[in-house]
């Protein structure tokens, strides 16, 4: 039972850090319209670039995760206005290899000016803290906070301002939007911008406790597609809610497979749900 | 359509026949016989998980030819040197390997780090009659059916795991968890420990990683809930550093044992002083205080070395060695001629310039290396070597009292 | 350098093989599959295995690789084929990432990343030296049988109908056709050959190990297709045969690039077969060779929208 109880913080903490590239994921596809891979280069462009901020400048991890969306956020809209603006007339399919070309550029681009070797954050080795009998690891704990925290300033950003629901409104009826004025380039560059930048966040996220290297993106990519696809593809709350279903299904795994299986758990929950119910748990029916 | 097709065929085989009758014309491969400079070369881990070692074997390999090339070459040739870097991987390995033998007509590859690349290129070194002289450990490999043209400075396995199941023996350890990475020599390794521990009453526990993993939470949580007093973190060094923090932070407060070519200086920078402190290291030491070993440190211009540029020196020299007594700058030479020079019944030396004169006056030679005193059984492994107990102190390896 | 030059030859015949795959599954069927490598995967450790571990001669590891392939397929687009395209192309990475970790993890089958070495290399005793060219001239027999057969598909009914459903499938169900029995179909014959690529680059390397299927390899055979003509079978072995040949030439580079590190030039190599696929995709997406229009419209009859 305490280990039951175990898995599940821990679920909840990597599901939390999950969901945040998965919500830059969706943001783009929902806006649009094609499934974007290079989210996966775009968070090792985030993670180095937090990890330049903080191990090489010395400066303090809050500053850095504010640096990794900047920069994962410019750099997004940027390869996307050269690399896929061209292709826009393309179907989404095109879209999405040359986003996978795009992407295979991005992490080569990171590797021949960092090479392979991991890296690792300039943030002290604590020790676990036993709370309530379970154990929880601070820096996860605080990835999660910020995790929760960028959520939390995104929704508000969606519902409060007036771009927001502009992008909203473009989300829903790219038609609609068009007519009253919305101007949908300005609505990509925004949503790309805002994708990648948590896209960048999330590959910060997920080596600021262990390491990062420019393969980081590509091996969470599977999970984060995962989170997307289970939420609703396209669905920003359902890429939050898909985040933690991910997150707690691979650690409620270990139950049953070794831990070296936990990759595949994403793959098995994207076949589940696209066999039981395509369109996800929050998405809207659509053909 | 139907023309362009037809044109099309015919110039896909045209062109495959010309492919396949060129060889009929133009003899490629053996070219390191005869006249001609003589060619050896390293295949090394210049990027990867062996990476923090390639590039001293390739130091070394480069000084020692270049000073048997300044004392006029061997057998009156010059040494031409090849490097590749086979990125730890086994399969960019198998591409390298083939580039050095059939472009580059080696008669050795040499310094092999990774046993699953070792694994990956000897059959190709022994289809082609080219010598491996390398590092890897792996039971495995000595015994596929080489034909002799395997031989490796460093213990295998076997030799290597007797030590950690006596460290646990030692310790006296109630219950020993090993976790190892996936690699040629896991299974073996678990076995030889159970074998040697379980009749001692120790309970042993085993579990393989996923090694390229950046966080290893849920292995150490498995292994925290067993509780047990020892542990053998057996991974390669980037590995180990993930592996070290993630023990530091589950607050893991037993013994651990570590191969020393994991747990290196880098090792101890990577994971940061207190997550390294008090491991144990086990590693076969280098000849250390022999001549070999001082002569090395200063050809390299290092006062600190460790056990695979002292192999990698090892290979170069005796490669060398075995060419000028075989007269042929063939990888068969080197396979028909290295034990005569790295044990025969003469008087001991230690670098390849004395060897080459002495061999060229006719007499016997015995070499003795930097890493040891390079003694082969019949089937490519090291006969004798010595292994020592290290324990990471304040951020310093030092040796361990038992 | 012959011997070199031979080997690279081989590896460009067995792209071509996994090119014509794709070519069948997406050129012509419509269905994108990123996870190519997984068949390939497939098929080499079915041929490696039967042949090391039960000694079956090597012509039986080959067919079995392409029949086994293709029974996996068979059975795991019974799920997926009705997905739309970008759903495809998620769970097909998928599909591959799991043959790689589960290669990677049943160790007691597949011996895990230790790999499975000493695949046997059909007459390699007898042949000697001449093996290289050997193997070559038995790849390049099997290419041509296989590129007959699927120009042979590509041209016949069965072809038309796939391509009708690459096209608009609810209107080639409402002609009547079985739009998941083709599909399905399509993709066993093209897994079994991207199987029999696997099982042909064990016996040729004799050593295979899970670290060589990654996604790459998937995605040269993209590059291939997209450079060579989709939908065009020809165009398919082209494509392969430059991607082949591009990819191993900058292995040459090494040397007369000396302040580049080696894995600044892997980075460029990989980087540049990227950027020439976008660019590809962005100038010219169908390839050097154009798909070819059926016979009844070449002519210059109204054509159809390609």
Redesign the interface.
Known sequence: MEQLLQLVANGLMSGAVLAVPAIGLSTIFAVLRFADFAVAGHMAVGAFAGWYVNAVLGLPAGVAVAAAFAVAGLVGIGTHEAALRPLRAASSLTLAIASIALNLMLENAIRFGFGNEPRTFAIPLMREWSVAGLRIAPQQAGNAAIAVTAMAVLFLFLSLTATGKAMRAVADNPALADSKGIDPARMARLAVGLGMGLAGIGGMLVGLDSAIDPLIGFRAILSVFAAAVVGGFGSIPGAAIGGFAIGLAEELSLLAVPPTYKGAIGFVAILAILTLRPRGLLGAAHA | ?RIL?TT?RRR??GG?LG??A??VV?R??ALAQGSGPVRIAGLVS???GG?AFGPNSRLAHQAVVDEVNAAGGVLGRKIEYFAE?D?T???AA??AA??LI??DGTAAIMSVWA??VG??V??LCW?NKVMMLAICA?D?IAQ?PHQGYFVRTQPHTELQTKQFANFAIQQGLKHFYVMM????FT?ATFKIVKELCEPKGIKISTL???A?K??L???I??MM?ANPDGLMMGGYQ?DD??FA??L????YKGKVVAFAYGATPQFIE?A?K??AEGIYTIEPVPANGSTAYERLKKLVKKDQLDTYICQAYDHANLAILAIAKGGAGTGTAIRDNIRKVSDGPGAKVDNALDGLKAIAAGQEINYEGASGPCKFDPIGNIVEVAFRLNQIRDGKIVEAKA | MTAYLLAMATFAAIYALLALALNLMWGIAGMVNLGLVGFYAIGAYASALLTTRLGLPVALGLAAAAAGTSAVAALTTLGVTRLREDYLAIVTLGFAEVVRIIAENEIWLTRGTDGISGIPQPLKAALGTGFNAGYLLFCLGILAAVLFVVERLRASPFGRVLRAIREDQQIAAFAGKNVLAFKVKAFAIGAAIAGLAGALYGHYTSYISPEIFVPLVTIYTFLALAAGGVGNNWGAVLGAVIVVFFVESTRFLIGSVPWLLPVQLAALREFLVGLGLLLILIMRPRGIFPEPLPRLLRGGAAGRPS
């Open positions: 359509m097709e099309t896909v085989l495959g492919l396949i060129a060889p133009l490629s491969g210049l990027t990867g990476g870097d990125e991987n086994p399969e198998v591409r083939r580039k059939d472009v046993s699953a694994s990956a000897l059959p289809e792996a495995s596929m990475p996936q690699t040629p299974e393989i990683y996923d390229k950046t966080s939470r849920s292995e949580d498995e809930r980037p550093i993930v923090k993630d530091y932070r589950a607050g990577g940061g207190e997550a």
